[in-house]
Each structure stands twice: as C-alpha cells, then as structure tokens.
T-cell receptor, first 107, second 113 residues
Framework: KNEVEQSPQNLTAQEGEFITINCSYSVGISALHWLQQHPGGGIVSLFM???GKKKHGRLIATINIQEKHSSLHITASHPRDSAVYIC?????????FGTGTLLAVQP | EAGVTQSPTHLIKTRGQQATLRCSPI?????VYWYQQALGLGLQFLLWYDEGEERNRGNFPPRFSGRQFPNYSSELNVNALELEDSALYLC????????????FGSGTRLTVV
C-alpha cells in the first residue's frame, strides 16, 4: 500500500462542473502540498497547507489532520484546468508523492 | 522574488554521454532536492542537499550524482546516460527540510537518444 493515495486516478468532467480530488496518507506530516502538472510541462505548486482550508481563485484545498485526508476542489471547472494534480507529503528529508489524478475538462 | 530556476529547460543527449542539470534555489533556502519523473511514472526522490552536503539519496545508481555550491545552487550530473534516463528532472528548495516552504522549479526535460 502506497503511503500517499489519490483518488480518482482519472477524472473527466464537463466545463462548469465542481471537481473533487482526494488524497489520503499514512505517514505523519506537518503540511501537505497540492501540485499541478500540465501535459509535457513542469510542476506548479498550488497549495501548502497544514490545517483547515485554503482558497486561491477557483481552487480550494482542505485538510483533516486527524483523518489524514485532504481534498482539492475546483469550482466552475474550465478546459484549462486539464492537468495532472498531485498531492505530496513531506517527510524529514524528502517529499512522498501520490500517483496523481489526471483531470480532463471537456468544453 | 525569483523562484527556483532550472537550466536548461530541455536537454538532448546521446546514450553514454554525461548530462549536467542546474538549479538555483530561492534566496535564503539552503536545501535543494532533486526528483525524477520518468515517462508514465510518478516522481521519485533522487537527492537532497543541505548546507553543501549530500544528506540523503534515493534508490538510484551512482551514475546519478551532484553537488551543492556555497551559494546553495546545485548541479545534478548523470553519467553514462541510458535511454531510460529520459525524464523530467525536477528541483525544489526549502528553508531547511521538506516541512518548510517547499518551492519547485519548472524542471529540465532530458531526452537520451
């Protein structure tokens, strides 16, 4: 079992839909990262959060430390949101990455 | 404030050659991490440098090595390139350890032909 699990692995949505991506982890953490990677592109850090909720534009990230679970929400999804979304958990000396969620938003 | 910068953006090398990838961390960050993302695979931890020292390395052969300079920038060297070394190499920096202010570069895409 992976230390960081994401679901779903693949997600197809229609433009305008509300999207949720989930991340569960088994290792103890002080913060969790959400990252975005467009096809063939580099990685962009979306959020780092250690408690509660953060919002940036149409993106919302929540974390429940007790349940070791985080969610990334996208409101009013748009085709430009199509990308791989990755959660990552920091250990002392490295990040442990989830396997990613491939999101395709169709117009 | 400048982010983590990596160079080159793309690199094409022939099998057996050596590749050198560079990373400049955010000002004030002393830790630099290298990750590999091979095609179809997730990100794998390669190396961690802090204060000029190699602190940890992932499960990669000794062909993968690097160093960190006094200004905290870092080089990743891959010797005797193999086709399967083709990947996106990602650098990230943080204040001390991965728990703090982890910032990513945009990566170097290495293609071995």
């Amino acid at each position: 079992k992976n230390e960081v699990e994401q679901s779903p692995q693949n997600l197809t949505a229609q433009e305008g839909e509300f999207i949720t991506i989930n991340c569960s982890y088994s290792v103890g953490i002080s913060a969790l990262h959400w990252l975005q990677q467009h096809p063939g592109g580099g990685i962009v850090s979306l959020f780092m959060l250690s408690s509660g909720k953060k919002k940036h534009g149409r993106l919302i990230a929540t974390i429940n430390i007790q349940e070791k679970h985080s969610s990334l929400h996208i409101t009013a999804s748009h085709p430009r949101d199509s990308a791989v979304y990755i959660c990552a958990v920091p250990l002392v000396d490295k990040l442990i990455f989830g396997t990613g969620t491939l999101l395709a938003v169709q117009p | 404030e400048a982010g983590v910068t990596q160079s080159p953006t793309h690199l094409i090398k022939t099998r057996g050659q050596q590749a050198t990838l560079r990373c400049s961390p955010i000002s004030g960050h002393t830790s630099v991490y290298w990750y590999q993302q091979a095609l179809g695979l997730g990100l794998q931890f390669l190396l961690w440098y802090d204060e000029g020292e190699e602190r940890n390395r992932g499960n990669f052969p000794p062909r993968f090595s690097g160093r960190q300079f006094p200004n905290y920038s870092s080089e990743l060297n891959v010797n005797a390139l193999e086709l399967e070394d083709s990947a996106l190499y990602l650098c990230a920096s943080s204040l001390q350890r991965a728990n703090y202010g982890y910032t990513f570069g945009s990566g170097t895409r290495l293609t071995v032909v």
